[in-house]
């Protein structure tokens, strides 16, 4: 059998009540639905920029039964120094199964095996009887380390709803300028630096703003938030990251979302909007188009409503 290029399988792996939101995100990474847990795709795509792509193998071989995946490995004379074969569980196979499929790839492949510190990662599964065999990589769930930073107050964004955000409205398109026009602490504003785009936030409350900044700083990354009134933006983006403020830190008035979803729709192509209730009437009435929505629920009476405009 020939070698596959340019092909992925993506592992997926989500908690119930993110389901919405792991499909809202997957479906502007890939611009496909799915309803498994694994994702075929031509899209290299690197895991780490999502909480919910656990993995990433780029297929090499793949086969109907193990021993002609393994037979095909051998004739392609493949010599990898230094490498490891971990098995990704999909169908259901006993151990002792997959340690014998592990075994008797490791055996096509010529050179040596290092199980501590491998130069190359690989991988074989089985989905719907076919057996894949590629290039291995893990997320490696860095993102984890940045919930903790110097400043923080206890209703901003999680840092794994952020890295979702990003996902949604860059669609995977690295040439995008984004606005965080309510950036708070400035999650949203981290993760999108960190994952190489080109975003600004701002902040109209000075304490906060400062704050933000000095948690850019924390992760030596461009102090790109401005105290401003987002109603004095005068630039345009292609996109907005919008999470409505409800008045917790800053003072807010009626009306204070309405004005801020209206402007946004004068300096933006796209926006993702974040709300703790549902409001496809205020969207609509200020000219956006409502593409999708989901809700993630945090706990059984609070929830965030998420949408997609154009």
């Not at 795509?45 to 109907?64: A, D």
């Not at 014998?100 to 492949?109: A, L, T, W």
């Not at 107050?153 to 990003?166: E, G, N, P, Q, T």
């Not at 004005?259 to 609509?284: F, M, P, Y």
Request: charge should be neutral.
């Amino acid at each position: 059998m020939d070698i596959v290029k340019s092909k992925y399988i993506y592992m997926i792996n989500y908690k119930e009540k993110e389901k919405e939101l792991c499909d809202l995100e997957l479906r502007n990474i890939f611009d496909l639905s799915f309803d498994s847990k694994f994702i075929f795709s031509d899209l290299d795509f690197n895991p780490s920029n999502s909480v919910f792509i656990k993995s990433q193998m780029e297929i090499m071989f793949e086969s109907n039964c193990i021993d002609q995946l393994s037979l095909n490995i051998e004739n392609s004379k493949l010599t990898l120094d230094g490498y490891k074969i971990s098995y990704i569980k999909n169908d259901i196979i006993e151990y002792h199964d997959r340690l014998r499929s592990m075994q008797k790839i490791g055996n096509s492949i010529e050179g040596r095996f290092d199980l501590k510190t491998p130069a190359h990662n690989l991988a074989i599964t089985r989905i719907n009887n076919i057996w894949y065999f590629g290039k291995y990589k893990r997320n490696d769930n860095e993102w984890v380390n940045r919930k903790n930073k110097p400043f923080n107050y206890s209703i901003a964004l999680d840092v794994s709803l952020a890295k979702s955000l990003i996902n949604i409205a860059s669609k995977n398109n690295r040439d995008v300028k984004i606005l965080d026009p309510c950036c708070g602490i400035g999650t949203v504003v981290i993760e999108g630096l960190m994952m190489g785009y080109d975003i600004v936030g701002y902040e109209i409350n000075p304490l906060i703003a400062r704050h933000a900044n000095e948690n850019l700083r924390f992760f030596k990354l461009d102090e790109v938030i401005v105290n401003k009134d987002m109603s004095l933006i005068t630039e345009d983006y292609d996109v907005a990251i919008i999470d409505l403020p409800y008045g917790m830190y800053t003072p807010t008035r009626e009306g204070l979302q309405s004005d801020i979803i209206k402007k946004s729709r004068e300096i933006v192509n796209r926006a993702v909007i974040i709300s703790k209730e549902e409001i496809d009437n205020i969207i609509q009435f200020h000219g956006f188009k409502i593409e999708e929505k989901a809700e993630l629920k945090k706990t059984h009476t609070f929830s965030r409503f998420i949408y997609t405009c154009k």
